[in-house]
DNA sequence: AACCGTCTCCGCCGTGCGGGGGAGGGCCGG
DNA sequence: CCGGCCCTCCCCCGCACGGCGGAGACGGTT
């Protein structure tokens, strides 16, 4: 039998969860909690195997009670899988760094949710969302970076006007920084839109980044 | 009915697997291959709705066979579920990379493949086994981040509309994908400019990227 | 000399976008 | 109970943008 403990502001999403999951014969539902404090001390108090940890929480947030939960780290430790509606990267990170067991999207089945429950429970993990992406990306970064074929092919006029684009300079400014005419520069924005294979100045931008042409040029990184 | 394809060297393995998953009855094993190449023709053809991907095969690898299929990126590409028997966290990073919808250990109970395949076919990401921590804790250290003032003061639904514009997506298209009307979307879309201090669309996923509120993805997103 | 790619510019035209308003309903905290 | 925030949606307007076709000039290749 997995026992479960839900931490969730909101009583209708308990509840939906509770029905879930009690439903089936394996699982559980201890006990709740509404806010991140509540959470903690139910936790410590029922042991749990399964902790449904909301990541928007009153008080403490979900972040923070795996934190507290899990910080003392002693014998079992409960499993935490962290609960929350989008698919923000920042969440997954946190909640991994805090010592997750998974991440789950709230609009996911509820069978998935079983799942996840029951595959956590197994001391194993869990990840969801394609916020994964970000984490291969990150990895990418640090070792080889292949640029795609469509870089190669942009002139050298081009490509000085998809640096320009992605500072989130107009076409008029790009020409009067460039020297040129305002046509001009659209004849080339055209071009690059046709190679990169993007149909306006936004998507060319994203591809610029997500190619690597340009990297996020954070203020650590 | 999930149609599934099965590429692994081994026989016995794909024998195992089909007999997992042939029990099930919605899901069906279309095809199996035994070497990448053939992984890829068969996909292919069969247009399976999952794809159970070998990392070690002969001739071209799970990795590059995952690229091959998922590079073309036509309208319904096939989820692949990258398996394999080691936890290296090379693996992970390079099928992810790759365009893998998710990761699963060979030594998964059977109930686990079987939903990890119903999750994957349903459009959503999966991952697996310990070497998440791995991942995570690497990225933890290699993030310094601090998101800006700004991203605090979004909405929910401020902060859903960015993400949207950060794929690329129009304000109609980004309407649709949430289920509200175009004017709505128009508002947030202001919403956000006027927050994160840009004065159009493409200035705002810039600043997104830059910040961290979104990270450069893999090409199969 | 003919050819092609690149860079430079010019119109026209449809439209997606952003600015400026306003309006109603839900929910929460004071 | 009321003010404030959020979400939802509407109007009109101006404009930058992107698609289309055309043009002249330079350099290199054939």
Redesign the pocket.
Known sequence: MIRIVLADDERMVRTALRVILDAEPDLEVAGEASTGAEAVSVVRELRPDVVLMDVRM?EVDGIRATERILAPAPEPAPRVLVVTTFENDAYVYDALRAGAAGFLLKRAAAEDLVAAVRVVARSDSLLYPAALRGLAAAYARHRPAAAPAWVA?L????AEVLRLMATG?????I?RR??????????????V??KTGT????Q?VIAAYESGFIAPAGPGA
């Open positions: 009153p092919r002139t050298e006029r081009e300079l107009t076409n008029a400014e020409a460039m020297g040129v005419g305002p046509a001009t520069v659209k004849t080339h924005v055209a071009a839109l046709a149909r306006d100045r936004t060319a």
